[in-house]
């Protein structure tokens, strides 16, 4: 049986009234214009600053004294062969487009223990298509899913809603 629902109103203000809101009518809960923009320039400084940072000290690593743009998807495909040490502790090594305010200001005070470290120079030449290999035992093998009734009958095939699915 279907319960009974009860109407809902709702009152937008129309867009004349939008349009002639004074400063005194402003809501109170939004953040000044100004103190947002500070946060984008000042986070978008600090970005730029690691990124320098980071391709001078990669760079560093290939025996160039120019800045090398940084390969940051072949560093997370090849965590064993390309990697960096001397980052602070808790951070990893990702693009500084992935970091908030306080992590690029410590990366940025420990700038000069920061070390990229390449075990395997020749993943840095491959195109992307061929630096990314699969696991062995995974070729060829197709996703094996086994799916358990509620009445713990175990069947292979197609689940529907009142199954839980297991992959093995």
């Known amino acids: 049986m279907l319960g009974i629902m009860m109407p809902s109103v709702f009152f937008f203000p129309t867009m004349h009234e939008l349009l002639n809101l004074t400063q005194d009518d402003a809501p109170l809960d939004k953040p000044v214009a100004g103190v947002k923009e500070d946060w984008y320039a ?3 400084k600090l970005r730029k600053v690691v990124d320098q940072l980071f ?4 760079a560093e ?5 120019e800045p090398k743009a940084v390969p940051y998807q072949k560093f997370e495909a ?12 808790n951070i990893p ?25 390449i075990k395997r120079p020749e993943l840095l030449t491959l195109p992307s298509a ?4 699969p696991k062995p035992n995974t070729l060829g093998k197709s996703l ?6 509620f009445g713990g009958e175990t069947h292979l095939g197609q689940c529907n809603i009142f199954q839980r699915v297991t992959v093995w």
């Open 42 to 44: 000042r986070i978008t």
């Open 78 to 89: 090849h965590p064993n062969e390309l990697y960096v040490e001397g980052l602070p502790e």
């Open 55 to 58: 391709s001078k000290k990669f």
């Open 144 to 149: 094996r899913v086994r799916i358990v009734a």
């Open 93 to 117: 090594f990702r693009s500084p487009s992935w970091y908030g305010i306080p992590r690029l200001e410590k990366i940025i005070q420990v700038g000069n223990r920061i070390k990229f470290v």
């Open 61 to 65: 690593a290939l025996g160039s004294t």
């Open 130 to 133: 061929e630096v990314i290999q």
